[in-house]
């Protein structure tokens, strides 16, 4: 390995990644910063350049063009590519990974853009095609999914002999003072909060309606929060990878501004893929929204409060019950502090950062497509600690009913 690592994308969970490698210089010793705006690449390289001993590049590159991520690769020739661009651009990317035998990793699954079904199918697709060529592909490297399939992974190594239920809890408490806007991706997290919810039990999916599952919660940290039962991608892998689970589902909290400010968007349309014709052009009414709404990168300094992030595992071992909560509390304005950003692109860059150092260092080793929680969760778990994001245990936690 040399050290070298190609980041896609330079938006606000990219930011986070290159200030964390750029903490990290031992293992990233150069990396390349790509995306389609190169300005906002050349402006990371100028805020970190002088304060670290990592050798930073730019470069433009549109990852929806194979041949042009393959020609970049092929010119840098990094150990790992860390995609954290859109998941319209998962496939491509790994295309070029395939042929240019480069390891790959991301935050998010692959969707196509006319359809929004957060499913893995695209990409557990090129499993053996990685696995012949020798190269790992880690899916879903972030927080949620990310940290949250390790934690499973963590319980079911060191507490469980059999998991049977598991919720995962995404707390965020923070405030930024706008009536609506969203923490990551505008048009990505549009997609997922309005679309039907979903979760797995009993050997089957359970759909409701978007948001009619509610509950309350009191998080440390935050306090007393409504959360709803959202579907979110890693529940997928989890059903299949966490064996006799019986039952997982994913609750997210809303504020009243953020439902409110959602339910009227999508009453009069601006939450649509569907292109309409406006002014003799087409646009897609979900990306006119995103390129209106504040920028999720300027929300940092505005931020305050704090993330909890984390999951309630339930199950046996030696034949007794057991229940484990293990979580993350993360605090925006420290986030903003350290790296210029808020807690949800933080939580978000240094597990990416994590899972890149991993593979990197050869610690996380085998050929093929794999989600996060098909690795041996343990130096993971000791990197969180060691990169910014601490977590906790607790043996008798509240439950979600
Ligand atoms: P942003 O919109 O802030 O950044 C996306 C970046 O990708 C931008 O720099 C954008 O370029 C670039 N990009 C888009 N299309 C292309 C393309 N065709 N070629 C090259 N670059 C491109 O998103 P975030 O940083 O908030 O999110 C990044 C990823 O992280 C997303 O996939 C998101 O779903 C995922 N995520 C995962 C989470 C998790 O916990 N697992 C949580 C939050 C996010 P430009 O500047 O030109 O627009």
């Not at 059999?162 to 930024?176: A, R, S, T």
């Not at 994913?250 to 400010?261: D, I, R």
Request: glycine fraction near 8%; charged fraction near 20%; hydrophobic fraction near 40%.
């Amino acid at each position: 390995m040399t050290g070298k690592c190609l980041i896609i994308g330079a938006g606000g969970v990219a930011g986070v990644a290159v200030h964390k490698c750029c903490q990290n210089s031992e293992v990233f010793k150069e990396i390349m910063i790509a995306s389609r705006t190169k300005s906002k690449c050349d402006a990371l390289k100028n805020q970190l350049q002088g304060k670290t001993s990592t050798i930073i590049h730019t470069a433009q590159v549109d990852a929806d063009n194979v041949d042009e991520v393959i020609t970049l690769i092929n010119s840098f020739k990094p150990d790992v590519v860390l995609n954290l661009a859109l998941p319209y651009q998962d496939l491509s990317i790994m295309e070029a990974c395939l042929a240019t035998k480069t390891h790959y990793v991301d935050t998010a699954n692959y969707e196509p853009l006319d359809t929004a079904k957060f499913e893995y199918k695209w990409q557990w697709a090129y499993r053996e095609r990685f696995k012949e060529a020798g190269i790992t592909a880690l899916l879903g490297s972030g927080f949620d999914p990310g940290v949250t399939g390790v934690f499973c992974a963590y319980a079911m190594k060191h507490y469980f002999d059999e998991i049977h239920y598991i919720d995962i809890l995404d707390c965020n408490g923070g405030d930024h003072g706008y009536p609506f806007a969203t923490n990551f991706n505008p048009e990505i997290n549009i997609r997922e909060v309005s679309a039907k919810g979903k979760y797995w039990e009993n050997g089957k999916w359970v759909e409701t309606e978007p948001m009619e599952i509610k509950r309350e919660y009191d998080f440390e940290g935050v306090g007393m929060k409504d959360i709803y039962l959202l579907y979110h991608e890693e529940l997928e892998s989890l059903a299949q990878n966490i064996k006799g689970i019986k039952r997982i589902r994913f609750f997210m909290t809303f504020g009243q501004s953020y439902l409110t400010h959602l339910k009227c968007l999508e009453n009069v349309g601006m939450t649509s893929i569907e292109p309409v014709m406006f002014q003799g052009n087409e646009i897609v009414p979900i990306q006119f929204l995103a390129a209106v709404l504040p920028d999720p990168a300027s929300l940092g300094p505005r931020t305050h409060g704090k993330t909890n992030i984390g999951c309630i595992i339930q199950g046996v071992k030696d034949n007794k019950p057991v229940t484990y909560y293990v979580y993350n509390i993360c605090d925006h304005q420290e986030c903003y502090k350290e790296v210029g950003s808020q807690a949800i692109s933080y939580t978000t860059g240094v597990p990416a950062m994590i899972g890149a150092m991993l593979i990197m260092q050869g610690v996380w080793d085998k050929a093929g497509v794999f989600n996060i929680e098909e690795f041996d969760p343990d130096p993971f778990m000791e990197a969180l600690n060691k990169w910014g994001l601490p977590w906790q245990e607790c043996f008798d936690p509240k439950l979600v009913d």
